[in-house]
């Protein structure tokens, strides 16, 4: 009797001691899935943080509008146009940091001559939001020479006109992160001398 006893005591301490290491094996296991999702996550975590975050992209430079506020102009000779245009230019900062600029010039060209060119003062567009300017510029033909189709374009109440520029700047990522970054501006309108506006306004 007491060897059946001592027997049962056995096999129930053995059996426990089986669940016990079974225990400590699925515990080991559960351990090791949780640290594998941690670290699957962290590089997701990671990933998406370069590719998003700290993935530095060229700010957009942008004319957003012109309003002329004074214009006169003759398609006799000589044949001549002077202007005075408000300009309301853009620059979209899609980055997390915010982007400095320098001071920059917009020229304005009429058949690949320059006729006159706006100052941009340096300042700052906040991280992923568009700041907008004003500027004024003055546009004359003085400088165009031996161009026939002005007289004709002045005659047909448009001048196409173009301008161009770059805004160089440095995007600064959380204080610690500063890269060079550079926006370019390539415009082209229509400037309808009859309702002295300008329209059809594209840039690249």
Do not use: W
């Amino acid at each position: 009797m007491a060897e059946q006893s001592y027997q049962q005591r056995k096999t129930e301490m053995e059996s426990a001691a089986e669940v016990s290491k079974e225990l400590k094996r699925k515990k080991r296991i559960k351990l090791l899935v949780y640290a594998l999702a941690f670290a699957v996550f962290q590089t997701i975590v990671i990933l998406v943080f370069s590719l998003t975050v700290m993935r530095i992209k060229n700010p957009k430079f942008r004319v957003q509008s012109i309003t002329v506020e004074d214009l006169t102009a003759a398609a006799t000779n000589p044949r001549s146009f002077n202007m005075k245009l408000n300009a309301q230019v853009s620059v979209k900062n899609t980055n997390f940091g915010h982007f400095k600029f320098q001071n920059t010039t917009i020229s304005f060209d009429y058949g690949g001559v320059g006729v006159g060119d706006a100052l941009v003062a340096k300042g700052r567009s906040k991280a992923r939001s568009t700041k907008k300017m004003n500027v004024t510029v003055e546009l004359n033909s003085n400088n165009i020479v031996n161009n026939s189709s002005l007289q004709s374009d002045i005659e047909s109440g448009f001048l196409a006109l173009s301008c161009h520029s770059k805004l160089s700047g440095k995007v600064q990522l959380m204080k610690l992160i500063k890269k060079k970054k550079s926006a370019e501006m390539k415009c082209d309108m229509v400037l309808n001398l009859v309702t002295k506006a300008v329209q059809d306004i594209k840039c690249q």
